[in-house]
């Protein structure tokens, strides 16, 4: 089972960065290449939420369908998903780092429920690593734009 683990200070306060992953509206607005999102159940954040993220990948777009398993304010929440024979199991903890600073760790699991998914896994994850990563930058620069332009 692979394990993507990406840690990052943040100078914002911890609710604005909470707010940025715990909330599938605001995370998809911070990330460009999220084209679409569609809800599949009634609730919007939260346990049971459940949609459909569509990226743009290069020249391709590509879709799948999350849960929310776990959300506890200003603290964590876990979005699971089931795809191409893996579940991938991600949660965002946030934790006060000093006056005004956050840190942000993203977990992510790639449970593979066959033996090529098994396989596969860790050279899949190499490739995640890259996007995930810069998917922490943005909410990393989009909360402490908007934490300087709160100061100001």
Not at 5 to 26: L, M, Q, Y
Not at 29 to 53: A, H, K, N
Not at 85 to 114: H, I, P, Q, Y
Not at 144 to 150: L, Q, V
């Amino acid at each position: 089972m692979p394990r993507l683990t990406i840690k990052r200070e943040i100078e914002a306060p911890i609710g604005a960065v909470f707010a940025a992953v715990a909330d599938v509206r605001n995370f998809a607005e911070i990330q460009p290449q999220i084209v679409d999102i569609t809800f599949l159940s009634e609730q919007r954040t939260g346990v049971g939420t459940r949609f459909r993220e569509t990226r743009q990948m290069g020249k391709r777009r590509a879709s799948v369908e999350l849960e929310v398993t776990e959300h506890v304010e200003n603290d964590r929440v876990r979005l699971v998903s089931d795809a191409h024979g893996t579940v991938w199991d991600t949660v965002f903890t946030v934790r006060k780092a000093g006056e005004g600073r956050t840190e942000l760790t993203m977990v992510m699991d790639a449970n593979g429920k066959s033996l090529l998914a098994w396989m596969m896994n860790p050279l899949v994850m190499g490739m995640v690593k890259g996007a995930v990563a810069a998917d922490i930058e943005r909410v990393k620069a989009h909360c402490e734009a908007a934490a300087s332009g709160a100061a100001a």
